[in-house]
């Protein structure tokens, strides 16, 4: 009898240990690191030093008036940084910003009904031209957040990210439910700023295995969508403070 509960209760014991040690970590040594504070271009930056200016690109049916040049101002989505002194036939009448002087600002239009959408693009300028490219995160990554500004259509957005092996993943952020307390998944149908927060599954790799002190995630952009029912005229949406919450390294090489 006594031989048969030993193994047992050493398990159990091990278990004990490593789950207290686990939530230790989780809950006492994690970072929060602002990735833009969107105040005004180049206002986040890489870890190389470049700063990260975001760009709009629509679907097809996105409306284009000059359609032989995309990235005409003249063409929908259009982006730029808003503050209190923003023009309204841009912005619209803008939302009190959240705690910063600015916002992002993108308005979108479309010329058919249906699932439209239009993505949110971090890059760099180089030569006087904007090139595409995802934002590396090098510690590991619990979750990322954001605030955003909803105009109360039946709009939904998402976080793409990319693994250190390029695959892409599509996050569907949260918000909580003033009246309820309920979280909805990606929904812009609301009116006024709210907090979106989305996990990093398990199941995303983030440990170099080449380099054991560095856990690349990429944020590679954001994708706003349209439902078929809602209207497609008229849609101004606003970004502000985008973090995420990470796991310093030096914290995980004492848990492995």
Not at 66 to 75: D, I, K, L, V
Not at 98 to 127: C, H, K, M, Q
Request: glycine share 6%; aromatic share 14%; proline share 6%.
């Amino acid at each position: 009898m006594h031989n048969n509960q030993t193994p047992i209760i050493k398990l159990l014991l091990i278990l004990f240990l490593f789950t207290s040690f686990s939530i230790f970590a989780d809950d006492k040594s994690t970072n929060t690191i602002t990735v833009d504070s969107f105040d005004g271009p180049g206002s986040g930056g890489y870890y190389d030093g470049s700063r990260i200016i975001w760009n709009a690109v629509g679907s097809r049916y996105a409306t284009r008036f000059e359609s032989e040049n995309p990235g005409a101002p003249e063409n929908f989505p259009r982006l730029a940084y808003a503050d209190r002194n923003a023009a309204p036939d841009i912005f619209g009448t803008l939302p009190e910003p959240s705690e910063n002087s600015a916002v992002l600002g993108i308005w979108s239009r479309f010329d058919r009904p249906g699932y439209n959408s239009y993505e949110i693009l971090p890059g760099e300028t180089s030569e006087g031209e904007w090139i595409y490219r995802p934002i590396e995160l090098v510690q590991k990554v619990k979750s990322i957040s954001f605030l955003a500004w909803g105009s109360d259509l039946d709009y939904e957005i998402e976080i793409h990210i990319m693994d250190t092996n390029g695959f892409v993943y599509q996050l569907r952020p949260f918000r909580t439910d003033t009246a309820n307390g309920k979280h909805i998944e990606s929904s812009l149908k609301y009116t006024g700023w709210a907090e979106f927060s989305a996990k990093i599954p398990d199941y995303i790799i983030q440990r170099d295995v080449a380099v054991s002190n560095r856990f690349p995630l990429y944020i590679s952009k954001f994708v706003v969508r349209t439902m078929p029912e809602e209207k497609i005229s008229e849609c101004r949406l606003y970004l502000d403070r985008l973090e995420v919450i990470t796991i310093p390294a030096e914290t995980l090489d004492g848990l492995f």
